[in-house]
């Protein structure tokens, strides 16, 4: 029980810590490049990974670097998003990948219940934050903020196979490098302009919210169930929002909290009514 505990608290902090990565994300490209950004992110997490770079089972270089590209496509389209959106819609919006792994799973052929329904109020949710008076208007940023979600749902879909083959920290190594590799050219194009570079959002976004993140989902998860940690991961957004309005002063209005709540609401169902 007392790891059971540690864990939920663990995972807890984790969706507190992923929460504020919106806001600072947001401030950081206002000021320099988002390419330069993740690739500088995952260039810092990536040291704290150097020992098992350095141990690689065989055969996990290929799926790392799947998984590496997923994450990158996500990253990436989250940062451009939030150049145009909000924290909080974009946290919302992301959160859509919980519902669109019961989705593609379908596709793929295997039974996840009925999950069309927890699609349905997501879209209903994402629509009244979208048109939220508080917030800025439907704006290109949701589109590519909606593709970090398919991109997140793609990943997970993924790591669900390659995660049963191979060690996670070895695995998570290459996923870091990799994603920082892939920036790399995007960010070469765009003209590496370091004078430009947040170094606290960087140093942030790198040590705390992706190797220290990354460290907790794999120890937390060793004592909660993947069910029961997927319902604590819906609390991003919340946190998000939370930070949103305390650092940006972001506002939700009556139909923008609604429409929140439903995606939340879509969620927690999509978890319930998917396999464990």
Request: hydrophobic share 55%; charged share 10%; no cysteine.
């Amino acid at each position: 029980m007392r790891g059971y505990a540690l864990g939920l608290l663990a995972l807890n902090l984790l969706t507190l810590l992923w929460g504020s990565t919106f806001v600072v994300v947001k401030g950081a490209v206002e000021g320099m490049d988002p390419s330069l950004l993740i690739f500088l992110r995952f260039l810092v997490a990536t040291l704290f990974f150097l020992p098992w770079l350095s141990r690689l089972p065989r055969g996990a270089l290929g799926p790392g670097m799947e998984l590496a590209f997923w994450l990158f496509l996500g990253y990436a389209s989250q940062t451009l998003g939030l150049a145009h959106t909000s924290a909080s819609r974009s946290a919302f919006i992301t959160a859509l990948s919980v519902i669109l792994v019961p989705l593609l799973l379908r596709l793929a052929g295997r039974k996840v219940g009925p999950a069309f329904l927890a699609a349905f109020l997501a879209l209903a949710g994402v629509g009244l934050l979208s048109y939220d008076p508080y917030q800025p208007p439907f704006n290109v940023g949701d589109l590519w903020t909606f593709l970090t979600a398919l991109a997140y749902a793609l990943y997970i879909v993924r790591l669900e196979v390659h995660a049963k083959a191979f060690p996670s920290l070895p695995l998570t190594a290459v996923q870091v490098l990799g994603t920082a590799l892939l920036a790399l050219p995007w960010a070469w194009a765009e003209g590496m302009d370091l004078g430009r570079v947040d170094w606290g959002a960087v140093l942030y976004l790198g040590v705390v919210t992706t190797a220290l993140t990354t460290w907790l989902q794999t120890w937390g998860q060793r004592y909660v169930p993947a069910p029961q940690a997927a319902i604590l991961y819906t609390l991003e957004p919340v946190w998000a929002t939370f930070f949103a309005y305390l650092v940006l002063g972001e506002r939700l209005s009556p139909s923008g909290l609604l429409g929140a709540f439903l995606v939340v609401f879509s969620t927690l169902l999509a978890i319930r009514r998917s396999p464990a």
